[in-house]
């Protein structure tokens, strides 16, 4: 972003109110991001933010379900779905929705594609690499939330924990960044 000269700061403030009002609502247009986040801050409320993340949810069953062929493909379609969520946090600044969503990313992904995943294990190293760092990041943000918030994603957590660590796709990724294998590991890791 572009810094702004002091003298330009000045000028602007000083022209009629009018006339901003104009320049803003031209600049705002251009930022198809900025118009989603003030149509929600201004007009959404809870209700609407759950429908967003519901439909994320209902884009990552169909994604979970089709056959990918690949991991590398599973991967980009797993990026994709990422990138959903990370414009739902951007538009709702819904940050216990960014943990809903990730984790149901990644424990969808692998209960729908766990056989897939067993038979090309041998070409799952980016995969690995992948699905352990958005756990990582999950686990990260997990922690900042009041441990009653927290304990409502126990049996999620350690479903995704336990895959990370006996899937042949993904074990060898989880030792080496360190993820931890269960709930308890994951307080003592985190919760320092």
Same mark, same amino acid.
């Given at each position: 972003?572009?810094k702004?000269?002091?003298e ?6 000083q ?27 201004l ?5 609407? !933010? ?11 069953? !169909? ?12 991967? =980009?379609?797993?990026r994709t779905?990422?990138g ?17 969503? !990730? ?5 969808? !992904?692998?209960?729908k ?13 980016k ?7 958005? =756990? ?17 994603y ?15 796709a993904?074990?060898?990724d989880?030792?080496i ?16």
């Amino acid at each position: 972003m572009a810094k702004i000269a002091k003298e330009l700061k000045e000028a602007i403030c000083q022209m009629p109110q009018k006339e901003k009002d104009k320049i803003l609502l031209r600049l705002i247009a251009k930022d198809e991001l900025l118009i989603a986040r003030l149509e929600h801050e201004l007009f959404g409320d809870e209700n609407e !933010t759950k429908a967003l993340a519901e439909e994320i949810k209902e884009e990552v069953d !169909t994604m979970a379900s089709y056959n990918h062929g690949t991991p590398g493909w599973l991967m =980009m379609a797993m990026r994709t779905e990422n990138g959903a969520i990370t414009r739902h946090v951007k538009i709702t600044k819904d940050k216990k929705g960014e943990i809903e969503l !990730t984790l149901y990313l990644l424990s969808q !992904t692998f209960k729908k594609q766990e056989s897939f995943l067993k038979k090309y294990a041998y070409r799952a190293d980016k995969f690995g690499a992948y699905v352990c760092k958005r =756990m990582d990041f999950a686990l990260k943000k997990l922690i900042k939330l009041h441990p009653d918030l927290q304990f409502d994603y126990k049996n999620e957590v350690e479903f995704i924990l336990t895959f990370l660590h006996t899937n042949l796709a993904t074990k060898g990724d989880a030792v080496i960044q360190d993820i931890p294998k269960d709930w308890e590991g994951f307080l003592e890791k985190y919760g320092k």
